[in-house]
């Protein structure tokens, strides 16, 4: 977001004008930001055969999918309806990662039957996997690192509580049914959590990754999962993503050339890609002086976005009907009967009712976490492309609300 003619900006395509056409509360994505970050991993890791495989939940919208497509990155799925969107997208199936948690095996048949590689993430699926497929299917495995890192409690997910992986302490139990079932097992994955800031951390991941690839024989990728932290506030420290490049791809060659092939390194970011090519259009509807504080009620909230709200994340908010005058601090919250504060304390530009303020880092977790909570409808998104927008999802209407409720006659 710059400003240009007077306006706040992207792509020389004037916000206050997309808030007009579009009304708000409107997503805005920054197409060209996100091949910006898709050039920009691809160029830390520039040495290695390296493959991106964006993390579909982040920010699931087709067109961005498309996009992503274009710019030649892969996709990590959740669900086997990611999947079936990422298909819908125009991704093969060999370029889809399936990483479930928690799912029952019908939902890994479905995806092994669309031919999607899957990332076993528990022992009784491993099994499972053995008894139904054999060494007919190739697979990944998920390790649980044990490594203690990301922003929160909440987005940390390496460590040794967390449900996600098989624990690196059963590797003896993962390669007897390895062994039993001559289970194809052509990749590793870890991934610590989100807000990874350190490239240390990923250097950890990689040993634990190498130490457990010696025990396999036919691997064809190793995959580090995603994580790296973006900027949230003015002067955050950010993951320098040309020193993980540089060391992890040090340390990955290295390996390479113990191992004996050229393997693969995959990466699956979601913030990374997006988080900053996304912003949150919202309409101050009312400013509401209290005793303690002023508040700003938007027409918008935790429906919409629930970052600040699940996370306590900071995101940055920007009056971008004011360029000039005097700043006053405002609590910015949601129109939602929750206390759905966005963001607290923060000095705007003076706010007026119908001011539109744009909340920044809204690309990654903001849509695909929004919900009909109070019956509100989702908002729409647009895409900026090459100084262009697009309507990539409308708005919904009532309609979209009952759409799958039934009436019995009381
Ligand atoms: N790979 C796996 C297996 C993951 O579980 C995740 C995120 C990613 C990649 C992408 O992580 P990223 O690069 O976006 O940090 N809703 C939370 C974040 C939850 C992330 C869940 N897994 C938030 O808004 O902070």
Redesign the pocket.
């Known amino acids: 977001m710059e400003i240009k003619n007077q306006q706040y900006s992207i792509q020389g395509i004037s916000l206050l004008d997309l808030a007009r056409k579009y009304d708000t509360p409107v997503y805005i994505y920054d197409g060209q930001k996100i091949l910006q970050q898709v050039a920009a991993l691809k160029n830390a890791f520039s040495t290695v055969n390296m493959k991106i495989?964006y993390?579909t939940?982040?920010l699931s919208n087709i067109s961005i999918l498309q996009l992503m497509r274009k710019a030649g990155t892969g996709v990590?799925a959740?669900s086997i309806e990611e999947v079936k969107i990422c298909l819908h997208a125009g991704f093969l199936p060999s370029d889809i990662m399936f990483?479930p948690?928690c799912v029952d095996f019908e939902e890994i048949k479905a995806a092994v039957d669309l031919g999607v590689m899957v990332?076993v993430d528990n022992i009784p699926m491993l099994e499972h996997f053995g008894t139904e497929y054999g060494n007919s299917v190739p697979i990944c495995i998920?390790l649980n690192p044990h490594i203690l890192a990301?922003?929160?409690s909440?987005?940390s997910?390496g460590h040794i509580d967390s449900k996600?992986g098989i624990s690196i302490l059963q590797l003896k139990h993962v390669l007897k049914i390895v062994q039993a079932y001559e289970l194809n097992v052509v990749g590793l994955?870890v991934?610590t959590?989100?807000?990874?800031l350190d490239a240390e951390v990923f250097l950890k991941g990689a040993e634990i990754l190498f130490d457990a690839a010696r025990e396999f024989a036919h691997l064809e990728f190793l995959d580090f999962?995603?994580?790296?932290?973006v900027g949230y506030k003015e002067g955050d420290i950010t993951t320098d993503i040309a020193e993980v490049g540089k060391k992890v791809s040090l340390a990955f060659k290295e390996f390479c050339k113990e191992y004996g092939k050229e393997l693969e390194i995959w990466f699956?970011?979601?913030?990374?890609?997006?988080?900053e090519c996304g912003y949150l259009l919202v309409k101050a509807n009312v400013v509401k002086p209290t005793p303690a504080t002023t508040f700003v009620g938007v027409d918008s909230g935790l429906n919409h976005l629930?970052?600040p709200m699940?996370?306590d994340?900071y995101h940055g908010v920007v009056n971008i009907s004011k360029l000039d005058g005097p700043e006053r601090v405002y609590t910015i919250v949601g129109y939602i009967c929750e206390t759905d504060t966005i963001a607290a304390d923060r000095k705007l530009k003076e706010v007026k009712e119908g001011d539109i303020l744009a909340i920044k880092n809204a690309g990654?977790?903001g849509y695909?976490?929004a919900s009909n909570y109070n019956s509100r409808f989702r908002p729409a998104e647009v895409l900026l492309l090459d100084g262009k927008d697009h309507l990539i999802r409308r708005r919904e209407k009532f309609e979209d609300l009952l759409r799958n409720q039934e009436s019995i006659n009381l």
């Not at 959590?193 to 990874?196: A, E, F, K, V």
């Open positions: 495989k993390a939940k982040a990590d959740v990483t948690n990332n998920r990301g922003g929160n909440k987005i997910v996600f994955h991934h959590g989100s807000d990874i999962g995603g994580g790296f932290k699956e970011p979601g913030k990374f890609l997006v988080s629930l970052r699940m996370y994340a990654a977790y695909s976490m």
